[in-house]
């Protein structure tokens, strides 16, 4: 591809020292060849600073940021503030990436100059620690549509649409007036909410594969049950149901299902002997779920199973868990 405009990669590091070197042969072995890879090292204590030093020797394009540690969100930020390419795109140290996938999504940017388009995404696959595929792109065509402001927040409400950053590729002088906000979980979908209002040139979307997402067991918000991660999911789901009462009122039984939907995965995620009264969060959540027993009995976006699963747990949740502990143990499944 001639002339191509710089991408800068940000890669955000932090004890990754076993999946860093796929990850980095993936990047390097794109077709797209004018890249800023920017390692932001976020305090690593195991062996992946000199994984980094090792491959920017080797490879001019890389350029290592160290920095004391902080979270992904700072170490992202970081990697938005150091950036000089033309377009921004993210990966996660564990992930790995398919070798045409920047060339897709700059021939996808370029394609839309015209229209102004501030982002534009792709495919992505889900694999257990075991090598498993737990998750299957949702389309494979090869097709381009562009999905339009409100059509991209329907996506999100019904967990269709794709909130991952990793997927995406930005328009540097768009995304350098945002940051993550530190210290959250869920921090793609908060920062997606917030540029929504920006993307009324739509997001084109690509039918291809470009991403491969690990869910290490190590990972940030892939692993055992964190309370923190659901709290902010919750504040994120909250929020989107308010931007769907000014913004998006057409979709308001959308964003009241996304609500429910994701307290109903903090209620069956919660271990059991969290679930009491001294945990305000727990509380806040059986309190919002009893308040919307009509919502719950009449929202057409809900499934049978979420209607009858959020019905029980709005009646006992500790009580139902406990059951369903026992009887997953019955069947050899827990």
């Known amino acids: 591809m001639a002339s191509e405009p710089m991408i800068t990669i940000i890669i955000p590091v932090y004890n990754k ?16 060849k004018d890249l800023e890879i920017l390692l932001v090292d976020d305090g690593s204590t195991d062996g992946s600073a000199g994984v980094c030093d090792s491959y920017a020797q080797k490879d001019s394009r890389i350029r290592v940021i160290r920095r004391e540690n902080g ?31 920047y060339e897709t999504l700059l021939s996808c940017m370029t394609g839309n100059q015209k229209q102004k388009v501030q982002v534009v995404q792709l495919m992505s696959r889900d694999y257990a620690p075991d090598g498993t595929l737990i998750c299957p792109p949702r389309r494979e065509d090869g ?53 929504l209002p920006e993307l009324e040139a739509g997001i084109p979307t690509v039918g291809t594969v470009g991403y491969n997402i690990f869910h290490s067991s190590e990972s940030a918000t892939r692993g055992s049950y964190r309370q923190k991660l659901y709290e902010d999911m919750m504040y994120n789901a909250f929020a989107a149901y308010r931007i769907a009462l000014v913004r998006y009122p057409e979709y308001l039984r959308e964003a009241a299902r996304f609500r429910l939907v994701q307290a ?41 199973r979420q209607r009858m699963s959020l019905q029980l747990l709005s009646l006992s949740p500790g009580t139902i868990r406990a059951l369903h502990l026992k009887w997953m143990k019955i069947r050899g499944v827990a």
């Open 17 to 32: 020292e076993a999946y860093l070197p796929r990850c980095l042969d993936s990047v390097l072995a794109q077709s797209v």
């Open 71 to 101: 979270g992904a969100s700072a170490a992202r930020n970081t990697g938005i503030e150091e950036a000089k390419g033309e377009y921004i795109g993210f990966v996660d140290a564990d992930d790995w990436i398919e070798p045409g996938m």
């Open 143 to 195: 097709a381009e549509e562009r999905l339009s402001e409100e059509e991209f927040f329907r996506e999100l409400m019904m967990h269709i649409g794709d909130s991952s950053f990793c997927t995406k590729l930005f328009r540097a002088s768009f995304l350098k007036n945002y940051r993550f906000t530190e210290g959250r979980k869920n921090e793609d979908f908060e920062l997606l909410l917030r540029m």
């Open 264 to 304: 109903l995965d903090f209620l069956l995620h919660i271990p059991v002997t969290e679930m009491k009264k001294e945990n305000r969060f727990y509380m806040r959540i059986v309190r919002f779920v009893r308040s919307e027993k009509e919502e719950i009995r009449k929202n057409r976006f809900l499934s049978k």
